[in-house]
């Protein structure tokens, strides 16, 4: 008996984990998921030079990306600020978002969003995600919109060099 006792215990404590990190409920698992698929890294202010500002958590980005004939690209306010923010968009706005690339305006994310391969997130992932997102506090943070390519930037960005 002590032996199945001892399997039994066993196999309970190898399936509890098992589970994924943080699948208590969607908040926390989405919370989970932006600290692994390092969103903070491009759309928290100071991030991108080493010092993000705690502050702006998901507020966007003050440093560009740009590529070769698209512009330069400033990683948007992730939280639910209504003005600067995803606060208008569904739940649904940004699991499309995540998972094709597509803003609710039908407006094709900048290439620098990895959304190609955020696309084989499970369903239950990407919901976890929104409905996390959703769940910041709204953070006023006005970030700059696209800039077109030959146009002056107006504040710091990184460049990709295609190579030759």
Request: one cysteine or more.
């Amino acid at each position: 008996m002590r032996s199945i006792a001892s399997v039994v215990l066993s196999l309970g404590f190898v399936l509890s984990c098992a589970l994924p990190a943080g699948a208590e409920d969607g908040v926390k698992r989405g919370e989970y998921l932006t600290r692994i698929m390092d969103c903070v890294g491009c759309h928290t202010s100071g991030a991108l030079i080493g010092k993000p500002n705690p502050a702006l958590h998901l507020a966007g980005s003050d440093i560009g990306f740009e590529v070769p004939g698209l512009g330069i690209f400033y990683p948007p306010n992730l939280t639910p600020d209504s003005e600067t923010g995803l606060g208008e968009w569904s739940e649904e706005d940004i699991v499309t978002a995540i998972r094709a690339g597509v803003r609710p305006d039908g407006r094709e994310l900048a290439p620098a969003m990895p959304w190609r391969s955020y696309a084989a997130l499970t369903d239950a992932d990407a919901q976890a995600l929104a409905t996390y997102l959703k769940s910041l506090p709204p953070t006023r943070s006005t970030i700059l919109p696209p800039i077109g390519p030959g146009e002056k930037a107006p504040a710091p960005y990184f460049t990709v060099v295609m190579p030759k």
